[in-house]
C-alpha cells in the first residue's frame, strides 16, 4: 500500500502478504483465481502460472456495500430482510435473514464488474447497483451510484478528499432532475392506478380503464400526471418508458401487496402505447428514449404513499386525486418542536457512557451520551439549549434505534 501526492510522488507504507479486500479486482483483469493459487501454495503444490502467463485483460471495478448510514457514515445493525443480488459477481457471506450485528464489521458483500474499458466496467456496476435488493437495514448504495456516476470519477480526478468536497455537508441522496422526477411521478401514479383498479375489479367486476388523471407529490412538490389511452403526460411533458419482459415470480410479494389472484405475474401498465411491468418483484426496469436503462425498487406501499429506490436513493411519493392535492395544500404542518424534545438513538448499539443526569442545564451541541455499535463510537449531542427532564438509558444498556435516550424541557 501506498500513497500519492499532488506531484506523484509515491510513498510506500506496508505490504500485507494476505487475500486483499480488492482481489476480485485482480482476479478479473488477469484471468487468475488467486484463492486457487494461494491454497496450492499452502498444501505444498506448486502454483500453475508464471509471470509471463500474467496479462492485463480491461477493467475492473468493485464496490463495498456497507450496512451503514450514507448520510452520517454510522452503521445499521439489523435484520437483513430480503437480500437479492444482482447479475454481477457478489462476494457476500450473508443471506435473506442474516442479521447484521453491531458487534463486527457492517460490511455486507463486494460488487464487482468487468469491462473492455473503464466506463464499461463502471456502467456495469451502476446497472448492478440499480438491482441489488436490500430490505431491513440502511445501506450505503445511493452514495455509491452518485459517486460512480459523478464525472470527477469518470475522469479519473479523485483523491482522499473527494467526499470532503463535493459534499461538504454530508451526503443526503440523489437530487432529482426534472426528467428524472417526472419518471418517478408516472412509474408512481400508475402504479396507484394499477392498485385501484385491482381493488376495483374485484369488487364490481368492472375495470377504471386506462386514463386518469393523478398528482404525485415528491420532496413537498407536486407533478399533475395524465394518461390517455397510454400516452402519459407530467406537468404537460411526454415521459416514455418501455419496460422489455413482464418479470416472473410475484408469488413471495403477493401478500405484502394484498393480491390474492393465484395466477398473476405482474401488472401491464401503458405508457405510450408500450407495456411497462409492476411485477410485484420489487425491482422494474425500463427504457427511456435513448434506450438508457431506468430502473427501480418498489420499497413500501403505505397506503397512497409509494417508497421507491430510484438512482440509488429512496424517495416516498404520494399519489393523489386531484382534490385530495388541492386540500393537502390547506392541511397545518406538524411542528418539529416536541420531536427535538427528545433524543432518539440514531442507531442500535451500548451506551457507554450517560453524561447527564435530570436537572443538569446542557447547551446547545453539548455532549449528553457516547454510543457504541461495530466498534465505533458515536457521541450524542443535545439539540438546543435545554435542561434535562429525564434520562432512560444507563450505561451497558443495548438500546435500539429511535428508542427515546433523554428527554428535555
Known amino acids: 500500500e501506498f500513497l500519492v501526492d499532488s506531484k506523484r510522488n509515491f510513498y510506500f507504507l506496508e505490504m500485507n502478504t494476505r487475500l486483499q479486500v480488492e482481489h476480485p479486482v485482480t482476479e478479473y483483469i488477469t484471468g487468475v483465481d488467486l484463492v486457487e493459487q494461494m491454497l496450492r501454495v499452502a498444501a505444498g503444490w506448486p502454483i500453475t502460472i508464471t509471470q509471463k502467463d500474467i496479462g492485463i485483460n480491461g477493467w475492473a471495478v468493485e464496490c463495498r456495500v456497507y450496512a451503514e448510514d450514507p448520510k452520517r457514515f454510522l452503521p445499521s445493525p439489523g435484520h437483513l430482510r430480503i437480500h437479492r443480488a444482482p447479475e454481477v459477481r457478489v ?85 432529482l432532475s426534472d426528467v428524472e422526477s417526472h419518471q418517478l411521478a408516472a412509474v408512481a401514479a400508475a402504479l396507484q392506478h394499477r392498485q385501484k383498479e385491482a381493488i376495483w375489479s374485484s369488487l364490481s367486476n368492472r375495470e377504471l380503464g386506462d386514463s386518469y388523471r393523478l398528482v404525485a407529490e415528491i420532496n413537498g412538490q407536486q407533478h399533475l400526471v395524465e394518461c390517455r389511452k397510454g400516452h402519459v403526460q407530467v406537468d404537460g411533458q411526454p415521459v416514455n418508458l418501455v419496460s422489455l419482459e413482464i418479470p416472473e415470480d410475484a408469488d413471495s410479494f403477493k401478500e405484502q401487496y394484498g393480491i390474492d389472484d393465484e395466477d398473476f405475474d405482474g401488472y401491464n401498465l401503458s405508457l405510450n402505447d408500450s407495456a411497462m411491468a409492476y411485477a410485484v418483484d420489487p425491482v422494474l426496469v425500463y427504457h427511456d428514449d435513448n434506450d438508457h436503462q431506468v430502473a427501480m425498487q418498489i420499497l413500501e406501499r403505505r397506503g397512497s404513499t409509494w417508497s421507491i429506490q430510484f438512482c440509488g436513493t429512496a424517495y416516498n411519493v404520494r399519489v393523489l386525486e386531484e382534490r385530495e392535492a388541492e386540500l393537502s395544500k390547506l392541511m397545518p404542518v406538524n411542528s418539529s418542536a416536541a420531536a427535538s424534545k427528545k433524543l432518539l438513538a440514531p442507531l442500535t448499539g451500548k451506551i457507554v457512557k450517560v453524561l447527564v443526569e435530570p436537572g443538569d442545564k446542557v447547551g446547545e451541541d453539548q455532549a449528553v451520551a457516547v454510543l457504541e455499535a461495530m466498534k465505533m463510537q458515536d457521541v450524542l449531542r443535545a439539540p438546543k439549549d435545554f435542561t434535562v427532564k429525564a434520562v432512560h438509558c444507563t450505561p451497558d444498556q443495548v438500546v435500539q434505534e429511535e428508542d427515546v435516550l433523554i428527554e428535555f424541557e
Open 91 to 175: 462476494d457476500s457471506g450473508v443471506t435473506e435473514g442474516s442479521t447484521i450485528s453491531m458487534y463486527y464489521d457492517s460490511m455486507i458483500s463486494k460488487v464487482i464488474t468487468h469491462g473492455e474499458n473503464r466506463d464499461e466496467a463502471i456502467d456495469k456496476m451502476i446497472k448492478g447497483l440499480d438491482s441489488y435488493v436490500i430490505q431491513g437495514v440502511k445501506h450505503n448504495i445511493s452514495l455509491l451510484r452518485e459517486v460512480l456516476n459523478h464525472q470527477r470519477l469518470r475522469e479519473g480526478r479523485i483523491t482522499t478528499k473527494f467526499l470532503e468536497e463535493e459534499y461538504p455537508k454530508g451526503f443526503d441522496g440523489h437530487v
